[in-house]
């Protein structure tokens, strides 16, 4: 019943080891968009280097892989099986496009006697079929942008999260968008809000857990239930769980309050960040320079 700890998915874990945990933190969340961004209007090979370059770096990353084994493993099925389904499940058929000129201008050129009938050209648009099931050129782009966007997504905020702590990874976020604290924009704020609902997560993690527990030590069995009597039992938890974690988030207001309630400068926060960027100065450069010549590839080759 443990399996919520075992996949510590956007939870910072805490440890020494590891190259990627003394990386700058604005680094590793320019990194982060690049991956959640670039997608976007790329080919499929661009989408599919990403997910590789993605795991590379999961790879030689210095973390534990008890950390991050499962949850990629478990991550790369559930991509495989929406890409699969994306592309197999036939997406229907659409009406045909109106004709741009005239059938009447259409000639064809007379061949020379005992020459071979003329065949298509190109490569055939339908790539594979088993009965109803079928894929074409476009339900395999489909799918394979719809699995790979769900693994850039998912394991690119994650792998950031696993190695940032809060704190540094707000003092981040907040020192990105200082300029746009001239225009009025709350940004100590903006940075508390973000550190309280990063905090908030853990405990939304535990309540789950609790809940889980506690079904299965009184022994519930879902078939006996029927599907009503299960439709209930999961209303009933989804209650349980939104009215603890209301009465959690009630307690920390309380607690915040009896502090006196006041926000933290998120320039505060950024002693552990700023030491840590310090001590890993050429690998933020390393780092920083291969952030340009993937949006650079981007730019000239993302299309493919």
Known sequence: MDWLRQLPIGQYVDGTGGWLR?????????????????????????????????????????????????????????????????????????????????????????????????????????????????????????????????????????????????????????????????LGLPVQRLGFTLLLALRFLPLVQEELQNL????????????RLGWKGGLGLLLAVGERLLANVLLRAEQGADALLARGGCTLDPRDLRVGAVDAAGAAGPMNGTAGAVLLVLLLLRWKVGDL
């Open 22 to 182: 003394r990386l700058d933190p604005r680094l590793k969340l320019a990194w982060t968009l690049a991956f959640l961004l670039t997608p976007i209007l790329a080919g499929p090979l661009w989408r599919l280097a990403l997910v590789a370059l993605l795991l590379l770096l999961t790879a030689c990353s210095g973390l534990p892989a008890r950390l991050w084994a499962k949850g990629v493993s478990l991550l790369l099925l559930v991509a495989l099986a929406v890409g699969v389904l994306a592309a197999v499940l036939p997406t229907g058929s659409l009406p045909a496009p109106p004709l741009q000129r005239p059938p009447a201008e259409l000639r064809l050129e007379p061949g020379m006697p005992q020459s071979p009938p003329p065949s298509s050209s190109g490569a055939s648009w339908e790539l594979w079929r088993f009965g109803p099931l079928q894929v074409t050129r476009r339900s395999l782009e489909l799918g394979i942008s719809g699995g790979t966007l769900l693994f850039t997504l998912v394991h690119s905020a994650n792998l950031m999260l696993l190695s940032t702590p809060p704190e540094q990874l707000v003092w981040a976020i907040s020192w990105w968008i200082a300029p746009l604290e001239r």
């Open 212 to 223: 889980l527990r506690a079904l299965a030590t009184r022994a519930v069995v879902l078939k």
